[in-house]
């Protein structure tokens, strides 16, 4: 059945040949980029290897039920196994996105709704850097806009693994799990500023970004317009006071990143400079599917922002998924950070398509 696993068997023997090796190394690049792919087709080839073992255990199971009955329920035990580590080996074997490993840039912006989308997108905010924390991940608040009562207009935030960009249990990266948050996030609830107990809705959008590496995106310096002006905010030590805050425009595409948090010029710049090439990635990256024109985004998209992903109702106690019809009752569990459930119906779909278009 996994014949084709046999190549992948002899790839991952070559490539621990290779990392043994210590001249690999002087080349730091080259020794991620194995290593990357070496921990890429390890769960791969252990699943394969349990697979096959249990196929022969089987046969000698069966042959010894001939002589001894004891021997039935092991056979019956060991074919339920094989079962499973079949689905596991087909799952493992689903192509994987290139990007899954990275880390992401997650911005959120309130939408429809006013003051009430503003808190609504801090509520969101809350429940990724709660998400976070719980699975382990850094975070890092880039740039941010607060509204007046409270919450935020827009606020970008860094994800990471502790360890930074590398090599990753197969789909427990930052992007493997995040990037199905992208997309519209509607809110029904009673807001603070209702006085008559109405019930509101109103929607921020999630933009999630996979976090670029100079490497893989080039942005020549006569390609960008820099401008610099006043930082906007509460005030503060440098901001209102100095033109600190910075805009960068990326002149073919016309992709615009700005930041003003920071106290000074250059590092407004550079963290401007960081998100600019995550959309610039995330662009080409949209723009190759595009051509592509893969079938199972027709499934779980994760491209479209305009269209919404995800209800959450306040008087039901209610999160609903659209794309994939998941729906629980825990809305106040989901908003302090458990969110791996919602996540996992995501994962399965856009999983079951690839197998099916496989």
């Given at each position: 059945?996994?014949e084709?696993v046999?190549e992948l ?10 990392l043994?090796?210590?001249s690999?190394?002087?080349d730091?690049a ?8 070496y921990?890429?087709?390890?769960p791969?080839v252990?699943a394969y290897?349990?697979?096959?073992q249990t196929?022969?255990d089987?046969?000698?199971?069966r042959?010894?039920?001939q ?7 092991e056979?019956?035990?060991?074919e ?14 689903v192509p ?9 840039i ?11 989308s503003a808190l609504f997108?801090g509520?969101l905010?809350?429940?990724?850097l709660r998400?976070?924390e719980?699975?382990?991940w850094k975070?890092e ?7 007046e009562?409270g919450?935020?207009?827009d ?5 990471k693994?502790?360890?930074?960009n590398?090599?990753t249990e ?6 493997a ?9 509607r ?5 603070a500023t209702e006085s ?14 996979p976090?670029a ?15 610099v002006y006043?930082?906007s905010?509460?005030?503060g030590?440098?901001v209102?006071t ?5 805009r960068?425009?990326h002149l073919?595409?016309g992709?615009v ?6 106290k000074?010029?250059l590092?407004?710049k550079?963290?401007a400079?960081?998100i600019?090439?995550s959309?610039l990635?995330a662009?080409?990256?949209e723009?190759?599917e595009a051509e592509?024109?893969?079938a199972r985004r ?13 209800t959450y109702n306040?008087p039901e106690?209610r999160?609903s998924?659209?794309r994939?019809g998941?729906?629980a009752?825990?809305l106040?569990q ?6 791996d459930?919602m996540?996992?119906?995501c994962?399965?779909a856009?999983?079951a398509a ?5």
């Amino acid at each position: 059945m996994f014949e084709a696993v046999e190549e992948l068997v002899g790839e991952h023997a070559g490539l621990e040949t290779k990392l043994a090796d210590p001249s690999v190394h002087a080349d730091q690049a080259n020794a991620r980029k194995l290593n990357k792919r070496y921990a890429e087709l390890t769960p791969i080839v252990a699943a394969y290897r349990s697979w096959k073992q249990t196929g022969d255990d089987i046969e000698t199971a069966r042959e010894l039920a001939q002589d001894d009955p004891d021997f039935a329920a092991e056979v019956k035990q060991l074919e339920k196994d094989r079962e499973e580590l079949t689905e596991r080996l087909r799952l493992l074997l689903v192509p994987r996105d290139p990007s899954d490993d990275k880390d992401v840039i997650l911005e959120i912006k309130a939408g429809a709704g006013g003051d009430e989308s503003a808190l609504f997108a801090g509520d969101l905010l809350r429940m990724y850097l709660r998400y976070a924390e719980r699975v382990g991940w850094k975070t890092e608040i880039i740039d941010a806009t607060e509204s007046e009562l409270g919450g935020y207009k827009d606020v970008q935030v860094a994800v990471k693994t502790k360890g930074g960009n590398g090599a990753t249990e197969p789909g427990q990266g930052v992007w493997a799990r995040l990037k199905y948050e992208g997309g519209v996030h509607r809110v029904q609830r009673v807001p603070a500023t209702e006085s008559a107990g109405r019930i509101h809705t109103s929607a921020a959008g999630v933009l999630v970004t996979p976090e670029a590496e100079d490497v893989e995106v080039e942005v020549l310096a006569n390609d960008l317009r820099i401008d610099v002006y006043r930082s906007s905010g509460p005030g503060g030590q440098s901001v209102n006071t100095t033109d600190s805050a910075v805009r960068i425009t990326h002149l073919p595409t016309g992709i615009v990143a700005s930041c003003q948090n920071e106290k000074s010029q250059l590092q407004n710049k550079e963290q401007a400079m960081r998100i600019l090439r995550s959309r610039l990635l995330a662009a080409a990256q949209e723009k190759a599917e595009a051509e592509a024109a893969d079938a199972r985004r027709s499934q779980v998209r994760t491209v479209d922002r305009s269209e919404k992903i995800r209800t959450y109702n306040f008087p039901e106690n209610r999160i609903s998924d659209h794309r994939v019809g998941f729906k629980a009752y825990n809305l106040d569990q989901v908003l302090d950070g458990d969110l791996d459930p919602m996540i996992q119906a995501c994962v399965d779909a856009d999983s079951a398509a690839k197998l099916a278009a496989a």
